[in-house]
């Protein structure tokens, strides 16, 4: 299996484990004033992409402004997890060759205006893409669930060279427990 694959898998896999670990209610809940989401649209999002990539990638434009805000994944952990499940899927089913395969990538630029660009890339460069988004966001959900006393696996939101960084055993950035 391609590391890009691999690493996507164990970025998915985190995402399991935090929806297996939390309450409905906490998935939902939006911690204000600190936050403007929920844990729930946070994962959607997260989804999004994934799903962008897998449901266009044989027609060679990816475009990352397709979201479904306000869908059922946002209410509902049981429905996330079966995507994830289904996007690992086609995961392990992808090869190198497919992964080099080029795309063109559709999204928005600036707040301030409606800016779409279009630039080039890779299947696996956005798959790396996507896998870093979710670490992104997975951060920012560490951070509103641990505010509801909610205990997380450690490890939940670190991105892969942090995590190699704290292997290292350099204890000058060691993440508080819980």
Known sequence: ???????????????????????DEA???IVKPFFISSSGE????????????KKSWQSGIIDF???????????????????????????????ENELNQPLSIKTEVAISETLIVEVTSTLARELVFASSHAVHHYSSIATAIQ?????????FGI????????????ESCVRSPG
């Open 1 to 23: 299996m391609h590391d890009v694959i691999k690493g996507c898998i164990e970025t998915l896999d985190q995402a399991e484990k935090f929806l297996n670990s939390v309450s």
């Open 27 to 29: 998935y939902i809940k």
């Open 42 to 53: 946070h994962m959607r999002h997260i989804m999004d992409h994934f799903q962008e990539l």
């Open 65 to 95: 402004n397709n979201r479904r805000r306000g869908s059922r994944i946002e209410q509902s952990r049981k429905l996330a997890l079966v995507q994830i499940e289904e996007i690992k899927q086609w995961l392990s089913k992808l090869d």
């Open 147 to 155: 505010m509801q006393e909610v205990i997380l696996d450690k490890n």
């Open 159 to 170: 991105a892969p060279a942090t995590a190699t960084y704290l292997r290292s055993g350099d």
